[in-house]
Nanobody, 128 residues
């Protein structure tokens, strides 16, 4: 049974920080690029960030570059998204996702490639 357990969302003021976690079980961690997508009300879904343990590649959407950092702990099969300098426009439901046998850059074209496994969303709200 594949599970992506996301946690760490919450309410924070603009300029603040949050760390999201995605614990992966039921699959071989290194076989997947693990990342985050987000969707805000009335907006299209956006691939935010991704990491591949296999080749060490990472991906960041332009909207979060320089503010968000993705990392992985292979011993714990967990991916973290450190979000700093948060802005109100970062408000969204964040979903952890796994894509089989690809590089992190796949997150940039995720609507074309598709996600193999989804976690439940976690709400991030940034107040102004």
């Amino acid at each position: 049974d594949v599970q992506l357990q996301a946690s760490g969302g919450g309410l924070v003021q603009a300029g603040g920080s949050l760390r999201l976690s995605c614990a992966v079980s039921g699959v071989t961690f290194d076989d997947y690029a693990i990342g985050w997508l987000r969707q805000a009300p009335g907006k299209e879904r956006e691939g935010v960030s991704c990491i591949s343990s296999r080749d060490g590649s990472t991906y960041y959407a332009d909207s979060v570059k320089g503010r968000f950092t993705i990392s992985s702990d292979n011993a714990k099969n967990t991916v973290y998204l450190q979000m700093n300098s948060l802005k109100p426009e970062d408000t969204a439901v964040y979903y952890c996702a796994a894509v089989f046998d690809t590089t992190a850059q796949a997150m940039g074209v995720i609507d074309l490639i598709g996600v193999d496994y989804w976690g439940k969303g976690t709400q991030v709200t940034v107040s102004s």
